[in-house]
C-alpha cells in the first residue's frame, strides 16, 4: 500500500484493504496491523485486526463503487429522490422513480459481474442477486449507501421496507465520544431534549396522525419493496424459462444427432461384417494360390 504511516488512518486502510480482493484481504491486514504496531499505534493495530474479511458479494459492490463511481453516485441520488417521495406521498413520482430504479439497479448488477469477471473472479446469479439486493438496500439507507459509496461493504444487505433497515455489519466501527464529568450537554443533546419534550406536549390527536402517517409511510416503502420482488422474480422466472427452452432446443437437436449417428453406426457396422468376410474370402484365395505356388516351384525343381 502506499499510504505512509505518518498518516495512517483506519479509514485509510478500511478502503484500501476493501479494494482487495477477498483472497488478498487476511495477508494485507496483518500486514497494516504489523505496520501499525511498529508505528507504535497499538489502538490502530487493534481497530485494523477488527476489520471483517469481506464475502464475494460485498467485494463485487466494492469493486463497482470502485470503477463505476459515477454510475454509483447516480444510483445513491435516486435513492435520496425516492425518499423524498415517500415522505411527500407523491405517488406518481414515486412509481416512475421505482421503474428507473428497478432498471438501474439491474444494469449495475450486470456491470459488477463484468467487472467481476474482468478481475478474474467471475461470480454466479446468487451473487449477482445480492449485488442486486445490496444496491436496493442502499437505496432505502443512508447507512447502507455511505458504505456502499465508500467501497468499504464487508456483507451484502437486504431492505424489507418496514422502517430503515440498519446495515448488517460496519466495515469500521466508530467508538463514541467519552464525555467528561462535569462537561456540558452538547448542542445535539440539547435539541434532543427539547424535541422529546414537545413530542409530550403533543395531543392524542397529534400523536395518532404521526403513528398514521408513519404507517402509511411503512406501507408505501413495503409496496415499492414487494414489487421490486416481484419484478425480480418475474425477470428471473422469464429468464429460467428461456434458458429451459434453449436446453430443449439443444435436447432436441443432439436427439436427432444421435438417431444419425445411430443409423451411420448401423450401416458402419453392417460394412465392418462385409469387409471381415471379404477378408476371410480373401485370405482363403491366397492360401489356395500359395499352394499352387508352392507345388509349381517343386514341379520346376524335379
Do not use: C
Not at 61 to 75: G, H, M, Q, S, Y
Not at 207 to 229: F, M, V
Not at 245 to 263: M, T, W
Amino acid at each position: 500500500m502506499s499510504l505512509r504511516l505518518a498518516s495512517m488512518t483506519l479509514d485509510d486502510v478500511a478502503r484500501d484493504l476493501y479494494g482487495l480482493a477477498p483472497s488478498e484481504f487476511v495477508a494485507a491486514r496483518t500486514a497494516q496491523v504489523d505496520k501499525a504496531k511498529e508505528a507504535g499505534d497499538k489502538e490502530l493495530a487493534t481497530a485494523i485486526g477488527k476489520l471483517r474479511k469481506p464475502t464475494v458479494t460485498a467485494w463485487t459492490v466494492n469493486l463497482l463503487a470502485r470503477e463505476a463511481p459515477d454510475d454509483v453516485a447516480a444510483l445513491l441520488e435516486l435513492g435520496a429522490a425516492l425518499r423524498s417521495a415517500q415522505r411527500t406521498l407523491s405517488g406518481d413520482e414515486l412509481r416512475t422513480l421505482t421503474g428507473q430504479r428497478q432498471q438501474a439497479v439491474n444494469a449495475l448488477a450486470k456491470k459488477a459481474g463484468e467487472l467481476a469477471a474482468g478481475h478474474d473472479h467471475p461470480v454466479n446469479e446468487g451473487v449477482l442477486r445480492e449485488v442486486g439486493q445490496t444496491l436496493t438496500a442502499a437505496l432505502a439507507d443512508p447507512e447502507v449507501a455511505e458504505q456502499v459509496h465508500s467501497g468499504t461493504l464487508t456483507t451484502a444487505e437486504t431492505y424489507a421496507g418496514f422502517g430503515p433497515a440498519g446495515p448488517g455489519s460496519a466495515a469500521v466501527e466508530d467508538k463514541p465520544a467519552t464525555q467528561k464529568p462535569g462537561a456540558r450537554k452538547s448542542g445535539a443533546n440539547k435539541s434532543k431534549s427539547v424535541k422529546s419534550k414537545s413530542a409530550k406536549d403533543k395531543s392524542p390527536e397529534d400523536k395518532k396522525d404521526d403513528t398514521s402517517r408513519q404507517e402509511l409511510d411503512d406501507a408505501l416503502a413495503a409496496l415499492e419493496t414487494a414489487r421490486t420482488a416481484r419484478d425480480s422474480a418475474k425477470q428471473e422466472a422469464e429468464s429460467a424459462a428461456d434458458r429451459l427452452g434453449g436446453i430443449d432446443s439443444r435436447i432436441a437437436e443432439l436427439k436427432e444427432s444421435l438417431a444419425q449417428v445411430e443409423q451411420e453406426r448401423q450401416s458402419t457396422r453392417a460394412a465392418e461384417r462385409t469387409a471381415q468376410d471379404q477378408l476371410r474370402t480373401a485370405e482363403r484365395q491366397l492360401d489356395r494360390v500359395e499352394r499352387w505356388v508352392r507345388r509349381a516351384r517343386e514341379r520346376v525343381d524335379d
